[in-house]
Structure formats: C-alpha cells, structure tokens
Nanobody, 123 residues
Framework: QVHFEESGGGLVQAGGSLRLSCAAS????????MAWFRQAPGKEREFVAA????????YYADSVKGRFTMSRDNVKNPVYLQMNSLKYEGTAVYYC????????????????WGQGTQVTVSS
C-alpha cells in the first residue's frame, strides 16, 4: 500500500520561508515522477512544481518561479519543496503526488496522493 508522509507546513508571515518534505513508501520511489500541488479554499487543486523520476530539471508554475525550489533524493527518498518569499496567496493545502506522467502539470495523471499539509501565510 502506498503511503506518503508529508511535513513542514505551518503558519508563516508573508515574505517568510517554509520547507515541505514528502517521504513515500510502498512504491519504487526512484521510478516515479513527483510533484507538488496546492489547493486553496474554494479553488481547484493547482500545479506547483514537479521533477522527473530521474531527477535533473524541475518544472514550476509561473506563480512560484524564482521563489520555490523542488528537489528529490532518490537514495534517501524524500522530495522537498523549499518555499521562499511566501505570499498570502500561497495559503493552501499542499499535496505531494507520484505518477508516471507525460504532462507533469496535469493532476489527473498522477496515481498517488499524500494527505496534504496546511500552509498558512499571514499578511
């Protein structure tokens, strides 16, 4: 059974930083593309960042480019999302996802999802 352990969410002031982590079990982590999505209240779940199973290039939503950095460690397992210069609009539940996908930003393509971690940015 696939399980994700997400952590790192919390309350932060605008302009601050948080680091999310996601550790997966029950799957061969190094063979899956990994992504972060987020869902704000009353809004659809949206793409934030993704990295291919092999590592290397990461992909970001325009809204977070230059402020967020996603990384993965195929030896130790976790994926991370370093979030700097957080904005109020970044308040959302952040979800880790895994899949073998062609289109990284399409949430329907992912097979497995974490339970989410809440990030609240105060203005």
């Amino acid at each position: 059974q696939v399980h994700f352990e997400e952590s790192g969410g919390g309350l932060v002031q605008a302009g601050g930083s948080l680091r999310l982590s996601c550790a997966a079990s029950g799957l061969t982590f190094s063979t899956y593309d990994m992504a972060w999505f987020r869902q704000a209240p009353g809004k659809e779940r949206e793409f934030v960042a993704a990295v291919r199973w092999s590592g290397g290039r990461t992909y970001y939503a325009d809204s977070v480019k230059g402020r967020f950095t996603m990384s993965r460690d195929n030896v130790k397992n976790p994926v991370y999302l370093q979030m700097n210069s957080l904005k109020y609009e970044g308040t959302a539940v952040y979800y880790c996802a895994a899949g073998r996908v062609r289109l990284l930003a399409v949430r329907e393509r992912y097979d497995y999802w974490g339970q989410g971690t809440q990030v609240t940015v105060s203005s």
